[in-house]
């Protein structure tokens, strides 16, 4: 047994122990977990990933005149500044709102660019005061500048996360990076055994107030996390999915470049790439046992997010040991995997911290408080308009047509109705195809007689069961006007249009004016 | 070896490059290929004992062709070494080193530009 403060004698004596949380793993199963605890002191861990629940308070001081900021842009990306006159928050995930820029640049690079010291330029609008008249400012800003700069993350530090594929025929773009269909890849986000949670599964050295490694200075832990959860399956003593998470805070003007990246996830926005690293004084065994944890004992969900939906299906279970091989099995066949955090930055992260502490630069602290390791759950949001399925849609009466059909007849059809596209059913009724306006005059010019030849096989199609919202982001996403809805036999049963969906939810979909045909 | 072949508009209608195959017994590997009104150009891959030969003479019919040494380049400032183009390449020609540093092999890469849209920090680019 050792206390945090006989630690800390040792570290300003210069001659702690201090190891990196994978070290530890061999050290432990060499020597035992007794012996490691008698000799180890401290513990470092680290992880470099993606943590899009990141931004920074910022003080810009006040002008002359003076103005009560109430909208701010910095290089284009809007910051909440509904607090005071001169204090905004900044979002990582904020993209520009400059339509051509959109999605490349955000908050996250806006936060890499005042640490890097460029220079930022600064528009703020207000309504103006009898104590702050002035009502716009124009001003290039550098973070030394600038009063405060100070990093607060809501939700850092995921102790353990979901692992992504997608089973659906399309690729998608997702926080979890690029998602090939069928299956075709893997990706992962946690540093695994080397992650700071990971290694203190119980919360028994970690709480509020403790000083950590953030961005290359030093930080402290608010309290936990936003969505911080404790009652997830453990397995080994580990989570084996997301649970508990860390509000994080520290000083922007002295973090390192090395260890923060604004970065966008392609297609899905920006996000914040965040280093921390958290030392674990090793007072007793058990602490010792806890940092010895290995990737292989760290077991997590391989999730399908081609389901758009708050609980997406489980495919198979993993371990970090299997993912870092750099491929894993998924119903017999193998899949490349890629992690989306660094483990090369994670590694630094540790390393770094971990000469801090040897020289003496860096002391522990005992929590102020404990962080809840029980008796938190994540609950979701229940709206009170529940979600309109694709089947609530009143259906007009049906027109298809059938695929032995003539050209002739199908134009007319698509004439006396005055619509666009049909779609082209068999005997059953199950969908085959369908057919444009443009391809009936393409079989024309083309001189081809069949529906067959010239109707488009590959259609995108609606669900009954689907909710309209995500029909919505389908119209969207592939640019159509409308699509055929279908029954759990491929059956078809209508069609629902940008039209119907805009009457039903209000939205705003980009191609209410027809869009192209589908 | 990897080039990249351009050519005007003037040769499109020549067939040069079966020639060459059969002349030189080349293997003719396609990878990239953009065509315009105003010519085109193609990234591909030759190989045989008469690789030289072969180029020489579609140099001769007008075609221009600048070897590659590499396909892609990786800004290595930029890189933070994430892995998120690992998973995405279809010929396996990015990997994890045993020092967690992430490299292109060149050698396999077929250009297809996938992992130039999957970087969240936009390292990757072609070579031109
Ligand atoms: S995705 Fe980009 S940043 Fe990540 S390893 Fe590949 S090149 Fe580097
Ligand atoms: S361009 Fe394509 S083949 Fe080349 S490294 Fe990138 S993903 Fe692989």
Redesign the interface.
């Known amino acids: 047994m050792k206390t945090i403060e006989e630690i800390n004698q040792k570290i300003t004596n210069g001659d702690a122990v201090v190891v990196t949380a994978d070290e530890m793993t061999s050290i432990v199963s060499q020597k035992g977990a007794k012996k490691a605890s008698e000799e180890i002191d401290v513990v470092t861990t680290g992880t470099f990933g993606a943590m899009c629940s990141s931004g920074a308070f910022l003080n810009f001081g006040h002008s002359d005149p003076p103005i009560k900021m109430s909208k701010t842009f910095l290089n284009g990306v809007e910051a909440y500044s509904g607090l005071a006159a001169v204090d905004a928050y900044l979002g990582a995930t904020q993209p520009s709102q400059n339509p051509e820029i959109g999605l490349d640049y955000g908050g996250s690079h806006v936060i890499e660019d005042l640490i890097r010291g460029k220079e930022v330029e600064l528009i703020a609008e207000a309504y103006g005061t009898d104590c702050y008249p002035l009502k716009m400012v124009e001003t290039p800003i550098t973070l030394d500048k600038i009063n405060q700069a100070t990093m607060f993350n809501p939700r850092n530090c995921y102790q353990n996360y979901a692992v992504a594929t997608n089973s659906t025929p399309e690729t998608l773009y997702t926080y979890m990076g690029t998602l090939l269909p069928n299956s075709g890849n893997v990706t992962y986000s946690s540093a695994g055994a080397l992650s700071p949670l990971l290694n203190d599964p119980y919360f028994q050295t970690i709480g509020v107030g403790t000083r950590i490694f953030l961005c290359g200075t030093e930080g402290y832990i608010v309290s936990e996390g936003t969505q911080h959860s404790t009652e997830v399956e453990r397995r080994n003593g580990i989570p084996v999915g997301s649970a508990g998470t860390l509000m994080l805070q520290g000083d922007m003007k002295k973090m390192d470049p090395d260890f923060v990246r604004g970065a966008t996830m392609p297609k899905y926005g920006p996000t914040l790439y965040v280093g921390a690293g958290i030392p674990i004084p090793i007072l007793n065994e058990d602490i010792a046992t806890r940092t010895a944890i290995s990737d292989e004992q760290i077991i997590c969900k391989i999730i399908d997010y081609g389901i758009p939906r708050r609980s997406r299906p489980v495919i198979t279970e993993t371990n970090y040991k299997e993912l870092k091989s750099g491929k894993i099995e998924i119903n017999g066949i193998e899949v490349p995997t890629s992690p989306l955090s660094s483990y090369k930055r994670a590694k630094m992260v540790a390393e770094e911290l971990k000469e801090w502490i040897e020289n003496g630069e860096f002391l522990l602290t005992n929590p102020v408080k404990s962080l809840p390791s029980r008796g938190c759950t994540v609950n979701p949001l229940e709206t009170n308009k529940p979600a309109v399925l694709v089947r609530d849609i009143e259906s007009k009466s049906i027109i298809m047509t059938h695929s032995d059909d003539k050209i002739n007849d199908v134009a007319r059809k698509l004439v006396d109705n005055n619509i666009n596209h049909l779609p082209v059913v068999d005997n059953n009724g199950q969908l085959k195809g369908i057919v444009t306006s443009w391809d009936i005059a393409d079989a024309v010019a083309r001189d081809k007689s069949k529906l067959v030849d010239v109707m488009t096989r590959k259609v995108i199609i609606a669900r009954e069961d689907e909710s309209v919202d995500i029909i919505a982001r389908r119209i969207d996403k592939h640019n159509i006007s409308g699509l055929p809805i279908v029954d759990k036999e491929n059956r078809v049963k209508g069609m629902i249009t940008a039209e119907d969906i805009s009457r039903l939810i209000g939205g705003n979909l980009k191609n209410e004016n027809g869009g192209d045909s589908i | 070896m990897k080039a990249w072949l351009r050519f005007l508009p003037s040769i499109i209608n020549k067939a040069i490059i079966s020639d060459a195959i059969k002349i030189y017994e080349i293997d003719f590997n396609i990878l990239r290929a953009y065509i315009t009104p105003r010519g085109g150009k193609m990234l591909v891959e030759i190989n045989g004992p008469q690789e030289n030969e072969s180029i020489q003479y579609m140099e001769e019919q007008g075609i221009q062709v600048t070897p590659i040494m590499r396909v892609v380049t990786k800004d290595l400032e930029k890189c933070?070494?994430?892995?998120?183009?690992?998973?995405?390449?279809p010929v396996?020609a990015i990997?994890?080193k045993e020092?967690?540093?992430v490299e292109i092999d060149n050698q396999n890469c077929i250009g297809c530009g996938?992992c130039i849209?999957?970087?969240?920090?936009?390292s990757i680019d072609f070579m031109e």
């Open positions: 933070m070494d994430c892995g998120a183009c690992v998973s995405v390449c396996n990997c994890i020092d967690w540093m996938f849209n999957s970087c969240p920090t936009k």
